[in-house]
Structures are given as structure tokens and as C-alpha cells.
T-cell receptor, first 112, second 112 residues
């Protein structure tokens, strides 16, 4: 299940570094995973998705890795930029469901 | 292509009042989902509408109700507002049979 609280995990990086944001999921029946980016005062924005029959998927500057054995998902952002500063959420869909369950979120802070 | 829009952007109500929030789905999308996002937490699923009928509901009381219209736009109604209803209310749309949801900017509700 999800943890709750006001204090999000935070990752601070320097501009130009690579960032890795991690997410653990608990439902072995989940077969579709999505990463969303949420900037302050805005709604979540779709970044990248991956299905459970894949281990890795790449987009523009982003890569998602899925380890089903340990139920772990990660988002890698290459050459992180100040505009990447936001809260990042992973979400999972159980097989046959069109309703995602969101994780807690990680706040990414990019220092110029 | 028009994205998901929501109105109003901000709203202040007092405890016991009723509120209606509105959402227009992205063009080509016929499924609308509503989420509540408390500060520092991930979005929590309220309900989903498809073909003007509720198509799934999260753990929210009956005073949270909704509508979907023939043009796929939607309303979220909350009766007997409580202080804990203060949150960002997000609408997301998707095409039927597609898991990926696209979010609007949200309505920030403050209950005093």
C-alpha cells in the first residue's frame, strides 16, 4: 500500500548529472506502469510507460527500468536540467484495470 | 489537439457547503477519471465515468458524486463539505481500452 505523509523523499542533483528515481510496487498482478511528472501548481504530466513484458524502455533523455523479481521500477533522467525539477510519481495498473494506483512521489531538485 | 481543461482553477468554500467542479476531456477521449490529491501525497482515485455511467469507484463516501455528459465532459459534485476535503482535484481523460491517462491542471479547493 501507499505510505502517507507531508514529507516527500527528495533527490537533489546538480545540473548535468544523471538522476535516478526509484519506486517499489506491491501488487504482483500489476502489468502496466507509468511515470508522471508534476510541477508545482500543475497536474501530473505523462513521461513514459512500460509493460510488464519489458525490462527497459527509453524515451528522450529518460529511461524506465522494471525489475519484476523485486517489484521495483526506476526512472533515469540523463543530463538533468533545472526544468526537470518537479515531483515524480510512479503509477501501476493491475491486469485488466484502467485505474492506476499512484505511489508516494519523489521530489527532484536540480541545482544550476 | 486540445488537452484536458478544468474549471475553476481555485475555489474557497465553507464547511457544509456544496461544490461542483468541471472537466473537459482531451479530444478523442471518452473516459474521465477524477482524483483527489492532498498536499504531499499522490492522487487518490475517486471514480471513473464512461458512456455517462460510473465505471469504478474508489474509497470515497456517497457525498462525492459525478456526471458525464454526451460530449464526454464531466462534473464532480461534493456535498456537505468537510475541512479534510481541501485538496487539489484532478481530472484525467483516456481513450477507452487505453490505460494511459492524461491529466488536467486541477482545481484547488479550500474548505474553511
Amino acid at each position: 500500500g501507499e505510505s502517507v505523509g507531508l514529507h516527500l523523499p527528495t533527490l537533489s542533483v546538480q545540473e548535468g548529472d544523471n538522476s535516478i528515481i526509484n519506486c517499489a510496487y506491491s501488487n504482483s498482478a500489476s502489468d502496466y506502469f507509468i511515470w508522471y511528472k508534476q510541477e508545482s501548481g500543475k497536474g501530473p504530466q505523462f513521461i513514459i510507460d512500460i509493460r510488464s513484458n519489458m525490462d527497459k524502455r527509453q524515451g528522450q533523455r529518460v529511461t524506465v527500468l522494471l525489475n519484476k523479481t523485486v517489484k521495483h521500477l526506476s526512472l533515469q533522467i540523463a543530463a538533468t536540467q533545472p526544468g526537470d525539477s518537479a515531483v515524480y510519481f510512479c503509477a501501476e495498473n493491475r491486469r485488466g484495470s484502467y485505474i492506476p494506483t499512484f505511489g508516494r512521489g519523489t521530489s527532484l531538485i536540480v541545482h544550476p | 489537439e486540445t488537452g484536458v481543461t478544468q474549471s475553476p482553477t481555485h475555489l474557497i468554500k465553507t464547511r457544509g457547503q456544496q461544490v461542483t467542479l468541471r472537466c473537459s476531456s482531451q479530444s478523442g477521449h471518452n473516459t474521465v477519471s477524477w482524483y483527489q490529491q492532498a498536499l504531499g501525497q499522490g492522487p487518490q482515485f475517486i471514480f471513473q465515468y464512461y458512456r455517462e455511467e460510473e465505471n469504478g469507484r474508489g474509497n470515497f463516501p456517497p457525498r462525492f458524486s459525478g456526471l458525464q455528459f454526451p460530449n464526454y465532459s464531466s462534473e464532480l459534485n461534493v456535498n456537505a463539505l468537510e475541512l479534510d476535503d481541501s485538496a487539489l482535484y484532478l481530472c484525467a481523460s483516456s481513450a477507452r481500452g487505453q490505460e494511459t491517462q492524461y491529466f488536467g491542471p486541477g482545481t484547488r479547493l479550500l474548505v474553511l
